[in-house]
């Protein structure tokens, strides 16, 4: 049965629905067309996903774009950074194009991605720093993005690095953030903790073998929603909504619905 939670900023949080977990598209609906690209967002919202889960990089010529790998070898075929190319080049470059061949997917910028995907969705934007150099100016061009666009209701930051979150503290002290890490041992699971209380300000989001009902209860006690990922089998869509997570991110956000609908 799942708990209900303590803390009461939680309730009314946009990034919480009473009837389930909230559904965020992983970089889009991943499983079904090409990663963060305008046709992975436009098929999340139309199979219904409550949120869409992008990765953004600032590319050469200074952009936000919606992109996971620092480098575009496996994404595009080139061995090339995306720091390095300017927009109108990566623009050129189908994604993902020998898995979904004809999808038409390219790297496009988050101001695109946020149009293509409709005036309701929730996004969580995670902040991808492969350099730390890089994990303030990204920060910052993240807090002006959301600015300008008008999402500070509809955007929850995350990343795994805590200095691209706590730039954001500063940069943008009224967005909600979150502290991302994966699976390691007890002690590294401590450092994690420590650094999750002075970087998240809404929710953690630890990937989802680290979590049961024990530590979403403890998280919740400390006000943070969980967010949980990478989910797509339905078992373990039900484990998480029994151990109380505040949300599923899944490449199949069809599956996870169809899971949670009774
Ligand atoms: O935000 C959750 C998840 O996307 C983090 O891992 O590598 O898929 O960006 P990755
Ligand atoms: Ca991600």
Known sequence: ?????????YHASPFRRD??????????????????????FELARRQGADGIECDVMRCGSGELVVCHDERLDRLCGIPVAVRE???????????????FPGAGGTIPTFEEAVEVAG??????????????ADAEPLARAAAAAVARLGLEERVLASSFHPLALLTLRTAAP???TAYLWEGDGAVLGTWHRAWGRITATAAVHPEHRLVDEAAVRRWHRAGLLVNTWTVDEPEELLRLRA??????????PDVAIATYTP
């Open 243 to 252: 151990a109380g997570v505040d949300g599923v991110i899944t490449n199949r």
């Open 119 to 132: 005036p309701a969705m929730r996004w969580n934007v995670e902040l991808k720093v492969d350099r730390h």
């Open 174 to 176: 009224a967005l909600p």
């Open 19 to 40: 009837d389930r977990p909230l559904v965020w598209a992983h970089r889009g609906a991943s499983a079904y067309a090409p990663e963060n690209t305008a046709p992975a």
């Open 85 to 99: 190319l300017p927009l109108a080049e990566l623009r050129r470059l189908p994604v993902l194009a020998a898995r």
């Open 1 to 9: 049965m799942q708990h209900t939670p303590e803390a009461a900023t």
